[in-house]
C-alpha cells in the first residue's frame, strides 16, 4: 500500500488567513493526487484532481502543487465557508489500493 | 452532480454479510470514462477506499478488504453493489458509494448509508 501523511491534523486560523496543507505519499505517485473537503454530517467534495487541476465551480482562492512524493494544498484568504476537514487521496494504482490522508481539520482560532 | 443513492440494511450482527446497492439517476453507469466506487468512513475517523468498478465488470479492491468484499455492476438497472463478508464492529461506518472519471478523483457523491455492527 501507498501511505498518505497528512499535515497538521489540526489548524487553528482566522478568516482571510493563508492556509497550507501538506500530503506526502510513501513513495511517487506521479501527480495523481486529489484533495477533497468535508463538512460535518455531509459527503466529501472533490476540490482538485490531478495535483492541480481545480474542478468546476471550486474558488480560485484553492490552489494545488506539488510533485513526487510531497503535495500542497493552499487556500489563499480562509473563508467562513471554508472552515472543514480536507482530505487527499493518491489514486496512482489501484494496486497499491487508492489510499487517503488522515485529513486537516481547519477549525476557527 | 450526479444523484446516487445508496441503500441495505443498517444493522448487521457480527459475522453477517453487509450487501448496500447504489441507484444511479439521471445518466447511464454504462459511460466508459467512469468509475463506479465505494468508499467507508468510520465514526470520527478518516476516508477508506473500499473498490471501484467499471462498467464492464472490472473491479479493483483494497488490498486490506480483498478477501472480504465484491463489487458488482448491473447495467439493466443502472445500480452497482457491495458485498462484504463476516463483518465485525470495525467494519462499521458510513458507506459511501461515488462516480470517478478517469484520472480524476471522485467528484459525485450518494448521502451516505450508516451500518452498525453489533450482537
Known amino acids: 500500500d501507498i501511505q498518505m501523511t497528512q499535515s497538521p491534523s489540526t489548524l487553528s486560523v482566522s478568516v482571510g488567513d493563508r492556509v497550507t496543507i501538506t500530503c506526502r505519499a510513501s513513495?511517487?505517485?506521479?501527480?495523481?493526487l486529489a484533495w477533497y473537503q468535508q463538512k460535518p454530517g455531509k459527503a466529501p467534495n472533490l476540490l482538485i484532481s490531478k495535483t492541480s487541476d481545480l474542478e468546476n465551480g471550486v474558488p480560485s482562492r484553492f490552489s494545488g502543487s506539488g510533485s513526487g512524493t510531497e503535495f500542497t494544498l493552499t487556500i489563499s484568504s480562509l473563508q467562513p465557508d471554508d472552515f472543514a476537514t480536507y482530505y487527499c487521496?493518491?489514486?496512482?494504482?489501484?494496486?497499491?489500493?487508492?489510499?487517503f490522508g488522515g485529513g486537516t481539520k481547519v477549525e476557527i482560532k | 452532480q450526479l444523484p446516487l443513492q445508496a441503500s441495505g440494511p443498517g444493522l448487521l450482527k457480527p459475522s453477517e454479510t453487509l450487501s448496500l446497492t447504489c441507484t444511479v439517476s439521471?445518466?447511464?453507469?454504462?459511460?466508459?470514462?467512469?468509475?463506479w466506487a465505494w468508499i467507508r468512513q468510520p465514526p470520527g475517523k478518516e476516508l477508506e477506499w473500499i473498490g471501484d468498478?467499471?462498467?464492464?465488470?472490472?473491479?479493483y479492491y483494497n488490498p486490506s478488504l480483498k478477501s472480504r468484499v465484491a463489487i458488482s455492476i448491473d447495467t439493466f438497472n443502472n445500480q452497482f453493489s457491495l458485498r462484504l463478508t463476516s463483518v465485525t464492529a470495525t467494519d462499521a461506518a458510513v458507506y459511501y458509494c461515488?462516480?470517478?472519471?478517469?484520472?480524476?478523483?471522485?467528484?459525485?457523491w450518494g448521502q451516505g448509508t450508516p451500518v452498525t455492527v453489533s450482537s
Open positions: 461515488t462516480r470517478r472519471r478517469f484520472y480524476r478523483g471522485h467528484s459525485d
Open positions: 439521471g445518466g447511464s453507469i454504462s459511460t466508459s470514462d467512469y468509475y
Open positions: 468498478i467499471s462498467y464492464s465488470g472490472t473491479a
Open positions: 487521496q493518491q489514486y496512482y494504482s489501484f494496486s497499491h489500493g487508492l489510499t
Open positions: 513513495q511517487s505517485i506521479s501527480g495523481w
